[in-house]
């Protein structure tokens, strides 16, 4: 055969093969245009082909994890502007039941407009200025939740105690975050870092991990005294933030070994995290507490894990929400709309995974456990009345009969009562922390 024709013939099969993938790939996708034109064209009132594109890849992202989702035009282009600018907010984290297509509140931010209004974590919000959620997407009710600051709002919300649905209203207002936080104020209205009821315990409280947590959390640790017998870290209710700042607060508990490692598909390492030689600022001697609860989440998972599997801290409480995963975002058609889907999932230092993926039991390994012996899970009412005590001392600077005290007014019989109610948990976290203070003072048997 010459030379010519076999190059000819060689070519030939080559594009041939080409084509023929070329169509086996995109084979759904000439079904899906075919499916997008019939309806269109066929069904019994006109539909816009975008509003039938939209709808289609929203139910794209469905059979994937609830972090993952469609976002489409007008929703991306207001979320891109969102992230260079500052908007009005009413101060709330939220969760998605993608099954039950409910918003549910992680975390009221302390001093925010839902914090004051007596909006708690575990709450379900049913309808926002009486449209109801269930009949739209989620994007565009956690939208609706932002707004001009002053603007008022109100939220149809069933709390975690009652079958009732409740009305309450707040203004949005700028939200500025105060991620650390401790257990009582002193006289200047600044947070006291140790234990009103146990002055030698010191204890922080962590909102959230945004920009300034890692700095302020230092702060904090600055401010402990010297002599304290313990250091109890309070993360329940807090859903996470920011990847950098939770690895920045293990480096200053630990000087050597992994602290996160993120794998992507095929369990492929993305990225190892570890922690950085000389970077210790807690006494190594100091005995450590993690309180954690079931809307603990990411980043406070990452946390509490790392200082669980180096041995540097007790993890008291009950298990956490099992929130393990990165979220990219990908644009389409531009930049009008994308598809946010997980990309990526976080594994302790042990080599244990922290996400809990929708299929996944309570046998399954997801999430950060109690150190044994050490779980205490609340009911609904003693996690209301913590919530709630906790609610007065965050809004009370000094006491309610001070003029200058943000409430300026005499306390009541059951305000007092929440004050005074004894937290289950943390007086666990502090036996956590005796009992670790007599084991490090025991002298070694001869």
Same mark, same amino acid.
């Given at each position: 055969?010459?030379?010519?024709?076999?190059?000819?013939? *060689?070519?030939?099969?080559?594009?041939?093969?080409? *084509?023929?993938?070329?169509?086996?790939?995109?084979?759904?996708?000439?079904?899906?245009?075919? /499916?997008?034109?019939?309806?269109?064209?066929?069904?019994?009132?006109?539909?816009?082909?975008?509003?039938?594109?939209?709808?289609?890849?929203?139910?794209?992202?469905?059979?994937? $994890?609830? +972090?993952?989702?469609?976002?489409?035009?007008?929703?991306?282009?207001?979320?891109?502007?969102?992230?260079?600018?500052?908007?009005?907010?009413?101060?709330?984290?939220?969760?998605?039941?993608? $099954?039950?297509?409910?918003?549910?509140?992680?975390?009221?931010?302390?001093?925010?407009?839902?914090?004051?209004?007596?909006?708690?974590?575990?709450?379900?919000?049913?309808?926002?200025?009486?449209?109801?959620?269930?009949?739209?997407?989620?994007?565009?009710?956690?939208?609706?939740?932002?707004?001009?600051?002053?603007?008022?709002?109100?939220?149809?919300?069933?709390?975690?105690?009652? @079958?009732?649905?409740?009305?309450?209203?707040?203004?949005?207002?700028?939200?500025?975050?105060?991620?650390?936080? /401790?257990?009582?104020?002193?006289?200047?209205?600044?947070?006291?870092?140790?234990?009103?009821?146990?002055?030698?315990?010191?204890?922080?409280?962590? !909102?959230?991990?945004? @920009?300034?947590?890692?700095?302020?959390?230092?702060?904090?640790?600055?401010?402990?005294?010297? +002599?304290?017998? /313990?250091?109890?870290? @309070?993360?329940?209710?807090?859903?996470?933030?920011?990847?950098?700042?939770?690895?920045?607060?293990?480096?200053?508990?630990?000087?050597?070994?992994?602290?996160?490692?993120?794998?992507?598909?095929?369990?492929?390492?993305?990225?190892?995290?570890?922690?950085?030689?000389?970077?210790?600022?807690?006494?190594?001697?100091?005995?450590?507490?993690?309180?954690?609860?079931?809307?603990?989440?990411?980043?406070?998972?990452?946390?509490?894990?790392?200082?669980? @599997?180096?041995?540097?801290?007790?993890?008291?409480?009950?298990?956490?929400?099992?929130?393990?995963?990165?979220?990219?975002?990908?644009?389409?058609?531009?930049?009008?709309?994308?598809?946010?889907?997980?990309?990526?999932?976080?594994?302790?230092?042990?080599?244990? +995974?922290?996400?809990?993926?929708?299929?996944?039991?309570?046998? $399954?390994?997801?999430?950060?456990?109690?150190?044994?012996?050490?779980?205490?899970?609340?009911?609904?009412?003693?996690?209301?009345?913590?919530?709630?005590?906790?609610?007065?001392?965050?809004?009370?600077?000094? +006491?309610?009969?001070?003029?200058?005290?943000?409430?300026?007014?005499?306390?009541?019989? !059951?305000?007092?009562?929440?004050?005074?109610?004894?937290?289950?948990?943390?007086?666990?976290?502090?036996?956590?922390?005796? &009992?670790?203070?007599? &084991?490090?003072?025991? %002298?070694? %048997?001869?």
């Amino acid at each position: 055969m010459p030379r010519g024709n076999l190059i000819t013939i *060689c070519v030939t099969f080559a594009v041939a093969l080409i *084509c023929y993938q070329s169509v086996a790939q995109s084979r759904y996708a000439l079904m899906f245009q075919e /499916g997008l034109e019939t309806i269109a064209e066929y069904y019994v009132r006109p539909v816009k082909e975008e509003e039938l594109f939209n709808a289609a890849m929203t139910g794209l992202t469905s059979p994937l $994890d609830q +972090n993952s989702s469609y976002i489409a035009p007008p929703s991306y282009s207001n979320l891109r502007r969102e992230l260079g600018q500052e908007f009005g907010g009413i101060g709330v984290k939220v969760e998605y039941d993608k $099954d039950k297509r409910e918003m549910i509140i992680a975390t009221p931010l302390a001093g925010s407009p839902a914090y004051d209004a007596g909006i708690q974590a575990g709450d379900v919000v049913v309808a926002i200025d009486g449209v109801e959620l269930k009949g739209e997407d989620f994007e565009d009710s956690l939208k609706r939740l932002h707004g001009e600051v002053g603007k008022p709002v109100t939220l149809t919300v069933r709390h975690i105690d009652s @079958d009732e649905t409740v009305d309450i209203s707040m203004k949005r207002d700028k939200i500025m975050v105060e991620s650390v936080m /401790g257990d009582t104020h002193g006289k200047d209205g600044q947070w006291e870092f140790h234990l009103a009821s146990d002055p030698k315990i010191a204890y922080i409280r962590v !909102e959230s991990f945004g @920009d300034r947590t890692a700095e302020d959390f230092e702060a904090a640790l600055d401010q402990i005294d010297g +002599n304290s017998e /313990g250091l109890i870290i @309070d993360l329940r209710g807090n859903s996470g933030g920011y990847l950098e700042a939770a690895t920045h607060m293990v480096d200053m508990f630990i000087d050597e070994g992994d602290i996160l490692t993120t794998r992507t598909r095929n369990n492929e390492i993305r990225r190892v995290y570890r922690a950085t030689t000389g970077s210790t600022i807690v006494p190594k001697n100091l005995p450590v507490v993690v309180m954690i609860d079931r809307y603990s989440a990411s980043a406070s998972e990452i946390f509490a894990a790392a200082l669980q @599997d180096h041995n540097r801290a007790t993890i008291v409480g009950e298990r956490s929400y099992g929130k393990g995963t990165v979220q990219s975002i990908f644009e389409l058609d531009g930049d009008r709309r994308a598809l946010k889907i997980t990309t990526a999932t976080y594994w302790r230092p042990s080599g244990h +995974n922290i996400h809990r993926f929708p299929d996944a039991t309570d046998e $399954d390994d997801w999430g950060v456990t109690p150190n044994p012996g050490w779980t205490l899970e609340l009911d609904q009412e003693t996690m209301k009345k913590v919530a709630l005590g906790r609610r007065l001392h965050d809004v009370d600077r000094t +006491n309610f009969a001070n003029p200058e005290s943000a409430e300026n007014r005499e306390i009541t019989e !059951e305000e007092q009562e929440l004050l005074d109610f004894e937290d289950p948990q943390l007086q666990l976290a502090v036996e956590a922390i005796k &009992k670790a203070e007599e &084991k490090s003072q025991e %002298k070694p %048997k001869q």
